[in-house]
């Protein structure tokens, strides 16, 4: 149990890695991803948990980075978008991005990505309408979001197939 | 913007919470955060101390003890939404759920907390209304139970004191042929609701109704029985008529008046969500 205002040592691990930095209690977990660790994939819009664009995975689940504080994610697997895939090997999602414009300025792109990620791993075989209800908390301001829904679908009935295989 | 300073402490324990909320003249519990947070970060509240709930595990879980369900405070709505208990012996928890926030948020978010914060559009609390739930709370001077009725003082505020800490819902679920029905009006999907309305029914199929809730949400400082219409229910078959003559009942309730809607306004909607929910109550009972 600690109990000072007074920045120190908060140590996470994040993609698997244990990394830490000096912070305050206050920080938001968003703002110590970004600032203290120089992890700048994970974006900021609001702060206020509207937006999404601050979305990391916390054991798996799809939280709000500007939620949260980073002191409250010590001793929990942090995931952001840094490790859904890579330029070589892209996650299934982000292929089906890709291929379907699901984004434009990108601003969005990596709360919707990991919202999705938890989405489809909780429902495998979405409709078109449980689609649009999970990125329901996720704003988009340039694509209108059709296309993110159809690049869902794809990716669902992807990873289906790839799970199928195994 | 970004949160003020303030001392942070992460007990493992609810006695040490309790201590530690009492030890400050302003201090926060802190459970999901995702109405806190944001009031942080927008500055809106300066604790000088917070106090995280989120390691405190004895406040997690659902427990069924003889004829009643009781909910730990820091239940994550993810885990009400999912849990055969609840969707078994309190159907309307269920309902409600997928109308708070976002999945996301519902990741985070607690039962506890939707209580605590009490906003007047809030589903969770209407629901504690409408199955007349009993808050069960400690602090200093140790534990007592308030009926949810008088939970709420005034807009946004509980009548717990600020060295209380609500622990647990106690719930008991209704006994025989019951049909409930839930029903908001918002203008986007996760958005907070104009209106809402909750009915829960119970008697014999095609018989008369036994007894009545309807709890209405959105048009007041907190949810409100509409006692009127459920004396009008009691007694009677449910007809498409019925439901129109209790549903006008609902209008006059409305007293809440934001940019978002005048208190007439918000009086139809939620006329408007109490026959809905009704129907959809009335069609669950006859099905059984
Ligand atoms: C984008 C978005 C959309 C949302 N939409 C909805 C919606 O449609 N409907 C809805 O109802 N809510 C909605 N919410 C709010 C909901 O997600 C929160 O879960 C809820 O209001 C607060 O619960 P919490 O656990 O996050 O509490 P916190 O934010 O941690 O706490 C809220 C308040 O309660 C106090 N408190 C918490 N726990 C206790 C306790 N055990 N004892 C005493 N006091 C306590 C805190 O000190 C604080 O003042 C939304 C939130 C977001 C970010
Ligand atoms: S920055 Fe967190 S939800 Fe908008
Ligand atoms: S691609 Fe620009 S906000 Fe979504």
């Not at chain 1, 409709?127 to 296309?147: D, K, M």
């Given at each position: 149990m600690s109990g000072a205002a007074a920045a120190r040592t908060i140590c996470l691990n994040v993609n698997g890695e244990e990394r830490s930095a000096t912070a305050e209690p206050r920080v938001?977990?968003?703002?110590?991803?970004?600032?203290?660790?120089?992890?700048?994939g994970t974006h900021v819009g609001c702060e206020q948990g509207v937006c999404g664009a601050c979305t990391v995975l916390i054991d798996g689940f799809a939280v709000r980075g500007c939620l949260m504080l980073a002191v409250q994610a010590e001793g929990r697997q942090v995931q952001t978008i840094e490790s859904l895939g890579t330029v070589e090997a892209p996650h299934a999602l982000q292929r089906a991005f890709l291929k379907h414009h699901a984004l434009q300025c990108g601003y969005c792109t990596p709360g919707m990505l990991l919202s999705l990620a938890q989405f489809l791993h909780d429902v495998p075989d979405p409709?078109?309408?449980?689609?649009?209800?999970?990125?329901?908390?996720?704003?988009?301001?340039?694509?209108?979001?059709?296309?993110i829904v159809k690049a869902a679908l794809d990716a669902a009935a992807e990873l289906r197939g790839a799970r199928e295989e195994n | 913007m970004k949160p003020p300073p303030f001392e942070y402490f992460a007990p493992t324990k609810l006695p040490e919470a309790v201590a530690l909320l009492s030890a400050s003249e302003n201090a926060r519990l802190l459970a999901g955060g995702q109405s806190l947070m944001a009031m942080l970060n927008m500055r809106y509240v300066f604790p000088d101390r917070i106090v995280d709930l989120n390691r405190v595990a004895e406040l997690d879980f659902i427990e069924e003890e003889a004829g009643t369900l009781?909910?730990?405070?820091?239940?994550?709505?993810?885990?009400?939404?999912?849990?055969?208990?609840?969707?078994?012996?309190l159907p309307v928890v269920a309902k409600a759920l997928r109308h708070v926030g976002h999945f996301q948020t519902r990741n985070r978010g607690t039962f506890g907390g939707s209580l605590c914060q009490l906003d007047p559009s809030a589903e969770l609390p209407a629901v504690a209304l409408a199955y007349e739930a009993t808050v069960v709370a400690v602090g200093p001077a140790g534990q007592r139970s308030i009926p949810f009725e008088q939970f709420p003082v005034t807009f946004m505020t509980s009548s717990l004191a600020s060295d209380e800490i609500l622990t647990a819902v106690r719930f008991t679920p209704w006994g025989g042929k019951v049909g409930t029905g839930f029903s908001e009006f918002s203008r986007r999907h996760g958005?907070?609701?104009?209106?809402?309305?909750?009915?829960?029914?119970?008697?014999e199929t095609g018989g008369p109704i036994r007894r009545a809730s309807l709890t209405l949400f959105g048009i007041a400082e907190a949810p409100k029985r509409a006692r009127d219409a459920e004396a009008v229910l009691v007694g009677r078959r449910v007809t498409a008529d019925l439901i129109e003559e209790v549903a006008a009942l609902c209008v006059a309730h409305a007293t809440l008046e934001d940019p978002f809607g005048s208190a007439e306004y918000r009086g139809h909607v939620a006329a408007a969500m109490a026959k809905s929910a009704l129907s959809e109550a009335s069609a669950e009972l006859d099905r059984q």
């Open positions: 938001t977990l968003v703002d110590f991803l970004r600032h203290g660790l120089r992890l700048t409709t078109e309408q449980e689609v649009r209800e999970a990125i329901s908390g996720n704003l988009c301001r340039c694509t209108g979001y059709h296309n | 009781v909910v730990g405070a820091m239940t994550r709505q993810r885990t009400l939404q999912r849990s055969p208990a609840i969707a078994a012996k958005d907070f609701a104009v209106a809402g309305a909750i009915a829960v029914l119970a008697g």
